[in-house]
């Protein structure tokens, strides 16, 4: 699959969920980035904008194997996981798989739950295999979660822990329609009974594994100039040396930052990476990865303001 395929694809996915989900293009794209990439994506945005239906039409149209779990305050690390249940007939343990078995996993409402069983996660987005009882089980090559969360200042929410955060590739800030967006919206769903499905709005499958596999591929054949390098080691050591953040982001944080742009390279339908592909993707994939000084929030500023900042000063090669 060349660049021009995947660009493509990223098309015909685009239409296809637009089927459904009215907007969202950029965050379509950014949870395509991910998959493509390996990584894991986290949507934040208030109730009723679309975050856990965009999920279901993006597992729909890619033939994903889709698997829910609704985070509560009472789950516990094995409801995600699963168990080692005594079987009574057989006199012994059997696995009991969680919903976590799956290639797409939507963890919906990932901050109701309390920060120790938000990390039964970590060693599946991380390794992509989890634990139980002592002996490892391997997930899916294209196991993504896509997190959704409200706004942390609502009630009942707990912040995630800075390691489940750098676990996601991106944070996407969910935003309320435009207006002409959100007449669609109510001339769509407005005239319809019961809960949205994908399926009963037309959303159906325009690729599989294998075009998934050779789209990751392609993304593998992207290249990184030295001096596109050079640029994403300014930008991320650049939120070290800033006054507005307390903790800048990690090498690892410039580690995905560049295996990203590669996968938004290919998005574009480029075999090659340019430094507007890093400026694209810096604030997504690290406004989760820094924190605003207590000086910077005091004085009104925000974090997106401090990294857009960073772009602006940090000089890009040509």
């Not at 965050?27 to 679309?50: K, N, Q, R, Y």
């Not at 706004?151 to 009942?156: A, K, L, S, T, V």
């Not at 944070?171 to 319809?192: D, M």
Request: hydrophobic share 45%; proline share 6%.
């Amino acid at each position: 699959m060349t660049p021009e395929d995947v660009k493509s694809l990223a098309d015909r996915l685009r239409g296809e969920i637009a089927k459904a989900v009215v907007g969202q293009h950029d965050t379509v794209d950014l949870m395509l980035a991910a998959l493509l990439a390996g990584g894991h994506i986290l949507l934040e945005g208030p109730p009723g904008s679309a975050k856990t239906f965009l999920a279901q039409c993006f597992a729909a149209a890619l033939d994903l194997d889709y698997g829910r779990i609704q985070f509560t305050p009472d789950l516990m690390p094995g409801d995600i996981i699963g168990a080692n249940l005594f079987n009574f007939q057989t006199s012994q343990f059997a696995l009991t798989k969680g919903p976590i078995f799956c290639e797409l996993l939507l963890a919906d409402e990932i901050n109701r739950t309390p920060p120790k069983t938000q990390a039964a996660l970590l060693e599946a987005m991380q390794e992509r295999r989890v634990t139980i009882d002592g002996k490892s089980h391997s997930l899916s090559s294209h196991f993504t979660v896509v997190a959704t969360q409200n706004p942390i200042e609502q009630q009942g929410t707990y912040p995630l822990p800075e390691a489940q955060l750098d676990r996601f590739l991106f944070k996407q800030i969910l935003r309320y329609p435009s207006l002409e967006e959100e007449r669609r919206i109510v001339a769509t769903h407005g005239t319809r009974h019961g809960n949205p499905d994908p399926a009963a709005m037309g959303v159906g499958r325009t690729a599989g594994r294998e075009e998934i596999a050779d789209a990751v591929a392609a993304v593998g054949a992207i290249r990184l100039a030295d001096e596109v390098v050079n640029y994403v080691t300014d930008l991320i050591r650049s939120t070290r040396e800033s006054a507005d953040l307390e903790t800048g982001a990690s090498p690892r944080a410039g580690a995905m930052l560049a295996l990203a742009a590669r996968a938004w390279a290919a998005l574009q339908g480029r075999d090659y990476v340019i430094p507007d592909d890093v400026k694209a993707l810096t604030l997504p994939a690290l406004r989760h990865r820094v924190i605003l000084s207590p000086a910077a929030e005091i004085e009104g500023r925000t974090v997106e303001e401090a990294l857009k900042g960073l772009i602006e000063r940090v000089e890009a090669p040509r």
